[in-house]
């Protein structure tokens, strides 16, 4: 199959002078509308490709921000290769503020390695807790359950009440977020339930401060041993229940 094509030769600026750019316009089959560019030396000699024209050229011509298809300099390259050589002093040594002394820096025309001598380690990594990590908890996270009650099929589970000697602690608290606060903590927290240490006075008055996340939502409680005995007698108690129960059954 017969490809027409049209040529189309000018002289080439951005190159010595005598050198000629050639586009080759392909006119007919699939690849029609496609150019292919060469160029010829003034001798006559043609180039199909950029490398092959800085073999040719060597160090005679700075080719780094030519263009071979365009057939000139491109100013985005040239940017990029400006900005690349401001890195460097007009030694050739690399100008670079991170570099700790002591260090040798050589001229890279000698092609001989940096050496870096480092005069105090980093204590980054040392300072880094390891092992498992608590997420922070956000103050009143309580409060986006308040309104939620529990329920099961046969409709809303009875309310629980609280203890008296257990106090909701804390700006517009109420006892069913002291209880879910309270239970969120005995189900979830590794830490020993003890309620929050600090005066009223001062966690009403600047809760962000004083308020301890990891502590429910109650004041400091403590547990005597009158109040564990009391606790086993009830349990004994409840136990001796649902064995008479079982036994009427």
Known sequence: MNISIEKKRTDCAALPKGWQ???????????????DVYYYSPTGKKFRSKPELVRYLGDSVDLSCFDFQQGQINTMLLCKVKKARAQFD???????ASLV?????????FKQPVTVYKTQ?????TDLKHGTQEKPKQLFWEKRLEGLTACDSNGVIGTTSLPKYIKPLGPYISDATTIQSLATALHVSSQPITGQSGSKQTIMENPGVFLN??????????????????????VKRARLRLQEAL???
Do not use: F
């Not at 750019?21 to 029609?32: D, H, M, N, P």
């Not at 002394?101 to 025309?109: D, G, K, L, Y």
């Not at 996340?213 to 009830?234: F, G, H, N, S």
């Open 21 to 35: 750019r050639e586009e080759v316009i392909r006119k007919t089959g699939l690849s029609a509308g496609k150019v």
């Open 247 to 249: 036994v009427a059954a």
């Open 90 to 96: 007009y030694r050739g040594v690399r100008s670079d």
């Open 213 to 234: 996340p990891d502590q429910p939502l109650i004041a400091a409680v403590t547990i005597t041993k009158d109040d564990l005995r009391r606790q086993e007698e009830r």
């Open 121 to 125: 380690e980093s204590k980054v990594k």
């Open 101 to 109: 002394p002591p260090i040798r820096q050589t001229a890279s025309i």
